[in-house]
């Protein structure tokens, strides 16, 4: 299993707080002590298992929009987007639970034009405000004739946004872009013409799901 390079601190702060409590616990004899201590593991676990990070394959194509994030198909809205697309286009809102794979990748191949990132609230991720009031990390693609703008949105309990993506970085279609911790949302804005191939309280898997066609312009 591999882990986000972003996690291993927390991954190995909690196993050496757990081993710690275990050697309390072995040295006073006291079956609190080793109820905290099975507590703590557990919450290793889960740290560690938050953090994995995955190969992923599946379809691939320079007209094929991949899902950038695990998660849960919350909202689809046509809007006019003026950050990056410039022209209305179709939002597709991915909602992570603290259960999902939180390693976001990139849609499509092509050449990044943009990178904003927003200082803003932490209000629900699910909720239709967070797009425009939360903190969040836009990251504009252009691929081939087209556009595709990727969001990263922090939530209730994300407080984190981790995007590996620079201004002029040549793009591959599944790689890793970032990560975001606990709990959020990513955005992906396609053009209107797009054909949806999801559609709302679909789960989808980053670089594996199928999120959009484009037509050829």
Known sequence: MNFAREGLAFIAVAALVALGMFALALN???????LLAFSLTVVALWVAYFFRDPERTGERGERLVIAPADGKVVHITEVDEPTFLKEPALRVSIFMNVFNVHVNRYPVSGVVRLVDQKSGKFLNAATEESSLENEQSSIGIESGSNRILVRQIAGLIARRIVTYARDGDRVQQGERMGL??????????????AHLRVKVGDVTFAGTTVVA???EQ
């Open 28 to 34: 006073r004899r006291s079956w609190p002590l080793w």
């Open 213 to 215: 066609e484009l037509v």
């Open 180 to 193: 975001i911790r606990f709990g959020s949302r990513v955005d992906v804005f396609v053009p209107r013409s």
